[in-house]
C-alpha cells in the first residue's frame, strides 16, 4: 500500500488516478498510523513552500514522515514535495525543510538569466547525471512537465537528473529511500508513469542501489 | 531545454466534440475520452476542452467526462468555457483539469482572476482572450468573440496578468478561421507586454504555419489549434517532425 500524505495542500486526482492507472494499491491520508503502515509514502505538495511547511508542521506529520523515511520506508516528493524534503528554502523569507536531504530551495527570479520567463513551465529533457532505481525506465533527453518558480540548488550527491533552462536546475533526487521529482510525473505521459512505476516496484529493486 | 508545446483543442457541447473528426481506428470519432487519448499517444503536449455547452444537464455531463479523460489520460489538462466565479473553478478542479482558462468571466468581473490566483496559484489561471483589430487597435471581444469590449487588449492582458494569469491563449478573430498562417503582428505585441507564456491560436493551416510561428516569434511558449487536427489534415507526429527539423525544440514521444 502506497500512502500519499494528505495535509491539506493540493489537488490529488491525477496523482492518484495515475497511481491507480499503474495499477499501484494507494490511499490519500492524514492518519499516523496509515501512513506507518504503507510500504512507501508519497509527499505531493503545491503553493508556497512556507505554508506547506507549517501545514505539514500543524498536522504533526513531519515527524512521522521523518521517521518513517529515516527508518528506512521510500518516499517521493513530487514538485513542492521534493523541495520539502531539503534543509531549507528562501521563499520569501527563509523556511525550514524536513532535512532529510542536503540541499536549499532558491528562486529562479533574480539567479536565472532575465530573458527566461518564470515559472519554468513546460516540459523539459532530463539530463540523467547518475543513474538510480527512481529513474531506472528513463533515458536521456526524455521530456517531462515541470511548473515551478523556485529549485533546488546544492543537493550534492543525492541530485541523479537536471533540466536545462538558464542553469542546469534539479530535476530528481535519490539518495537510498529518500526521492523527489521537481516536475509532476503524474503529469509527464509514459515516461512519468514509469517513474511512478519504478518507485511503486518492489522494495529490494527500490535498495538495490546500495 | 524548454520545449514548444502543441495543443489540441477540443469544443464539447452535450458531452460530444462537436467539430467533425476523421480518424482511422477511433470508433466514436466525437468521443471526448477517445480523442483526448489518440491525441495523447500522438505526442499532444497538453489537451485544452472548451465547454460550450448552456444547460445545466450538458455542465454536468462535461464535468463527467473530464473526469473520465483525467483517470486514463496523464498530461496537463486546460478546461474553459463557463468559468464565471471560483465555484466554477473548484468544479473542473476537482474533476481533473490542471489549469482553467478564463475569458468573458473576467472580463464579467475582473477580480476573477486575481481571486483564483490567490486560490490556486498563478499556474492555474490561464487567460484567454479573443482579440480583433478595430479602428488600428487591439480590441478585446467578449462572448465567443461576437460582441465588441471596446477594451484596448495589450493593456487588458497586461492587467489580467497583473493579477495573477499565469499563462496567456491569444486568439486572434481577424486569423481565425482563415488558415492562412498564426497572427504573428498581434503575438509579437502580446509577448511584449508580458512575460508568462503566450500561446497562439487562430490561423493554423498546415505544419509551416507552425514552423514560421516557432521561428518568427521565439517567445511564443505553443501552438493551439483545434480543426487541423479533428480533420487529420496535420498529425502531430509529422507536426513535430517537421519542427524538429527546423531546429525548434520539441517533446517527442516515440
Known sequence: ????????????????????????????????????????????????????????????????????????????????????????????????????????????EGTLPSELKIPHIGWNALHITRQSPLLRYVREGDCVYFVHSFYAA????????????????????????????????????????????????????????? | MITKRIIPCLDVRDGRVVKGVNFEGLSDVSSPVELAR????????????????????????????????????????????????????????????????????????????????????????VLSVDVKRVDGEFRVFAKGGRVDTGMEAIGWIRRCVENGAGEVVLNSIDTDGVKRGFDLEMLAAVCEAVRVPVIASGGAGGVEDFVTLFKTLPAVDAGLAASIFHFGEVTIPELKAALKQEGIPVRLTI
Open chain 1, 1 to 108: 500500500m502506497i500512502a500519499v500524505v494528505d495535509y491539506g495542500v493540493g489537488n490529488l486526482f491525477s496523482l492518484r488516478s495515475s497511481l491507480r492507472f499503474i495499477g499501484a494499491e494507494s490511499c490519500v491520508t492524514a492518519d499516523p498510523e496509515t501512513l506507518i503502515k504503507a510500504d512507501k509514502l508519497i509527499l505531493p505538495g503545491v503553493g508556497a513552500f512556507g505554508d506547506a511547511a507549517a501545514k505539514l508542521r500543524q498536522s504533526g506529520l513531519d515527524q512521522v514522515v521523518i521517521e518513517e523515511a529515516k527508518g528506512g520506508k521510500p518516499l517521493l516528493g513530487i514538485c513542492l514535495g521534493m523541495q520539502l524534503l531539503f534543509e531549507k528554502s528562501l521563499e520569501y523569507g527563509e523556511h525550514a525543510g524536513l532535512g532529510l536531504l542536503k540541499g536549499r530551495v532558491v528562486p529562479m
Open chain 1, 154 to 210: 546544492d543537493c550534492g550527491e543525492s541530485l541523479i537528473a537536471t533540466a536545462e533552462y538558464g542553469a542546469a536546475l534539479t530535476a530528481a533526487v535519490q539518495q537510498g529511500n529518500v526521492m523527489g521529482c521537481q516536475f509532476h510525473p503524474e503529469k509527464s505521459g509514459r515516461v512519468g508513469l514509469n517513474i511512478l512505476r519504478a518507485f511503486c516496484e518492489e522494495e529490494q529493486e527500490m535498495k538495490s542501489e546500495e
Open chain 2, 38 to 125: 489518440h491525441y495523447s499517444e500522438s505526442g499532444a503536449d497538453e489537451l485544452v476542452f472548451y465547454d460550450i455547452t448552456a444547460s445545466y444537464e450538458g455542465r454536468a455531463l462535461f464535468t463527467d467526462i473530464l473526469r473520465q479523460v483525467a483517470e486514463t489520460i496523464f498530461i496537463p489538462l486546460t478546461v474553459g468555457g463557463g468559468i464565471n466565479t471560483i465555484e466554477d473553478f473548484d468544479r473542473v478542479l476537482k474533476c481533473g483539469a490542471d489549469k482553467v482558462s478564463v475569458n468573458s468571466g473576467a472580463i464579467r468581473n475582473p477580480a476573477l482572476i486575481g481571486e483564483a490566483a490567490k486560490k490556486y496559484g498563478d499556474q492555474c489561471v
